[in-house]
């Protein structure tokens, strides 16, 4: 019986297991990031809101992307079930101080996952991991950045509006640089 198993996947349980795990997490990392996107276009933080709901597509895109992948190589993947989502958010800073939390906590978890898979020998695994170190990389630069236009900027006067004209910016140019690679 267990050869048959072996046979119809190349993955072991436990890394089919962790990367389940990822699914979940990129699952997560969308519906926290829609979450704060219909926060901030309820307040009328507009191009953040364009920003976070892009976000939000970008991290489903992340989460199909793992599910394809353990489907191919023969294993379950799983849909995961999201819960304890925040929906309220002290002020519009707040809301990006926690995007880069998040961040370094999903950066952390493929590290982890990536190291799992090496030490399994699964160098599949590991190789099609890449992607995601490359893109953490990107993504916590950039909620770095964002938060960093708090301080620069600051909340005081007209000090929101112009990190949501930043941000307006910022996606503009991430939108551009999508297009480019995409014509490669
Ligand atoms: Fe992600
Ligand atoms: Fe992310």
């Given at each position: 019986m267990k050869t048959v198993i072996t046979?119809?996947?190349?993955?072991?349980?436990?890394?089919?297991s962790k990367l389940n795990k990822q699914v979940r997490l990129?699952?997560?990392?969308?519906?926290?990031?829609?979450?704060?996107?219909?926060?901030?276009?309820?307040?009328?933080?507009?191009?953040?809101?364009?920003?976070?709901?892009?976000?939000?597509?970008?991290?489903?895109?992340?989460m199909l992307k793992?599910?394809?992948?353990?489907n191919e190589a023969g294993g379950h993947a799983l849909a995961p079930e999201i819960s304890n989502l925040r929906y309220e958010f002290n002020s519009f800073r707040e809301v990006f101080d926690h995007v880069l939390e998040h961040e370094i906590t999903v950066s952390r978890a493929i590290s982890n996952l990536?190291?799992?898979?090496?030490?399994?020998?699964?160098?599949?695994?590991?190789?099609?991991?890449?992607?995601?170190?490359?893109?953490?990389r990107e993504e916590e630069a950039m909620a770095r950045r964002l938060v960093e236009l708090f301080d620069i900027i600051g909340e005081e006067g007209q000090g929101i509006w112009l990190i949501d004209q930043e941000i307006g910016k910022m996606l503009?140019?991430?939108?551009?640089e999508r297009a480019a690679e995409e014509g490669k």
């Open positions: 046979a119809k996947t190349s993955l072991t349980p436990e890394v089919e990129e699952g997560l990392s969308a519906f926290y990031y829609l979450a704060m996107a219909s926060w901030c276009e309820n307040r009328g933080y507009l191009n953040a809101a364009e920003f976070l709901y892009d976000h939000f597509e970008e991290e489903k895109m992340h793992l599910m394809h992948y353990i990536a190291d799992f898979c090496f030490q399994e020998k699964d160098f599949a695994t590991f190789q099609f991991l890449q992607w995601y170190v490359n893109e953490q503009k140019k991430l939108k551009a």
